[in-house]
């Protein structure tokens, strides 16, 4: 079965220190791995697609990479407006796609 | 990418009633796709709904619980039917774009009382 887990659950940041968010897959012929924003009472926003692993993709302070086994959400000096959930989807063989639960971001100032 | 307007955003409702959701994409879709996302929970597929044919339910899902309308391909409701506070989340509507992924709706939070 498809599973998709995520870690650490919540994570609380000082404005500046760098962080990693990890996004560990299991999954038959991974066709594509996603990275979504939501903030509150939003639906989640896109962020990146992965497809293969080494593949790296960048956006402001927020770098994605993917392994075999897990995708990491690097982000550099965070600042408060970084603050959200961050999901994590897969794609595999068929249509549909599996989602993480997702880890809550704080960022203090 | 496609914008999709949805409402309402959010109700509080007592159990036993019945709330539809809509949801209104700004291009011609095939598919839309109905997510629920229950507190501290990731997002599970209710059903997808095809335009001119009935939707297909996930499992755990039911069309007497979820009846789901696709007038065009534009359109989209989504109803929850005999509500119960374990009916309380979060209602998405999306659709597919390719490398994109999905895009989605802003939600509509759901309270049942």
């Known amino acids: 079965e498809d599973q998709v887990t995520q870690s650490p659950e919540a994570l609380r940041l000082q404005e500046g220190e760098s962080s990693s968010l990890n996004c560990s897959y299991t999954v038959s012929g991974l066709r594509g791995l996603f990275w979504y924003r939501q903030d509150p009472g939003k639906g989640p926003e896109f962020l990146f697609t992965?497809?293969?692993a080494g593949e790296e993709k960048e956006k402001e302070r927020l770098k994605a990479t993917l392994t075999k086994k897990e995708s990491f959400l690097h982000i550099t000096a965070p600042k408060p407006e970084d603050s959200a959930t961050y999901l994590c989807a897969v794609q595999a063989g068929g249509q549909n796609f599996v989602f993480g639960p997702g880890t809550r971001l704080s960022v203090l100032p | 990418s496609a914008v999709i307007s949805q409402k309402p955003s959010r109700d509080i409702c007592q159990r036993g009633t019945s709330l539809t959701i809509q949801c209104q994409v700004d291009s011609q879709v095939t598919m839309m796709f109905w997510y629920r996302q229950q507190p501290g929970q990731s997002l599970t597929l209710i059903a997808t709904a095809n335009q001119g044919s009935e939707a297909t339910y996930e499992s755990g899902f039911v069309i007497d619980k979820f009846p789901i309308s696709r007038p065009n391909l534009t359109f989209s409701t989504l109803t929850v039917s005999n509500m119960s506070p374990e009916d309380s989340s979060i209602y998405l509507c999306?659709?597919?774009?390719?490398?994109?992924?999905?895009?989605f709706g802003s939600g509509t939070r759901l309270t049942v009382v």
């Open positions: 999306s659709v597919q774009e390719g490398r994109h992924g999905y895009t």
């Open positions: 992965l497809y293969s």
